[in-house]
Every structure is written in C-alpha cells, then in structure tokens.
C-alpha cells in the first residue's frame, strides 16, 4: 500500500516511514501551519460572537439582513444568504446553527497543536443565513 504523508511539497510512502519520521512531520505541520489556523480560528470565533449578539437583538428582517451583511464584511469566508423571514423560529433555528459551528471553532481555539485541532469535529450543519 503506497498512501502518502503529506511532508511540505512532496510525499513519503508509509512503507518508509518510522513513528519517529511520522512525529517529526506532524511538528514541522504544527510549527508552520497551526499558528495560521489558530488565527483564523480566532477571528472565525470573534466573527460568530458578533454575529449571533446581532441576530439574538434582531427584531425585524431588515435588522437580521443587516447582521448578515456585517457579518460578510467581517470575512468574506462566511458566504451566507439573507433571510426570507424573520420569525421566532427562523431566529432559534439559526441560533442553534450557530452554536454547533462555535463549538468546533472553539475546539480549535483550544487546541494547542495540529495534532488537536483534527480531533475537532465539524457540525453536521453549516452556517447558512448566518
């Protein structure tokens, strides 16, 4: 079986890998590429705490579709649609969305290395009319 260990720009087959070439590649990973997730993590987090105070304060539609486009100016990443309605219901169901993404945005956050942060599992749910 040739399956690959990402290694930067190449690969190396898992017939000539060891444990302890397998662990210095995953801190090499840790060293260049968490710091990066780490920040986007925490700028996702800052994002999703903003916007669900918005959308927990919004009244009307308009006041949600506001939060909504706050929230894509915020980061571009989050490609959200605006609502049709606004009820209490829209509201909860939204909110509940939410929740289940910060919690896999706060697992990464609390992560202190790669190695952690993919033991976070993604909602069954994306974001969607954020």
Not at 56 to 68: F, G, H, I, K, P
Request: one cysteine or more; proline letters at 2%; a neutral charge.
């Amino acid at each position: 079986m040739t399956s690959c260990i990402l290694f930067y720009a190449g690969c190396q087959s898992t017939k000539t890998a060891t444990p302890q070439k397998e662990g210095f590649i995953l801190s090499a990973i840790t060293k260049k590429h968490f710091p990066k997730l780490h920040n986007r993590a925490i700028h996702k987090q800052e994002v999703l705490i903003f916007g669900k105070k918005c959308l927990n304060d919004a009244t009307t539609l308009q006041e949600a579709n506001l939060c909504n486009k706050h929230v894509r100016d915020m980061d571009n990443e989050f490609d959200i649609d605006d609502f049709d309605k606004w009820d209490k219901e829209e509201k909860q169901r939204t909110i509940t969305v939410i929740d289940k993404n910060m919690a896999f945005i706060n697992c990464i956050v609390e992560s202190r290395n790669i190695s952690e942060a993919t033991d976070c599992r993604e909602p069954w749910q994306s974001v969607t009319g954020l």
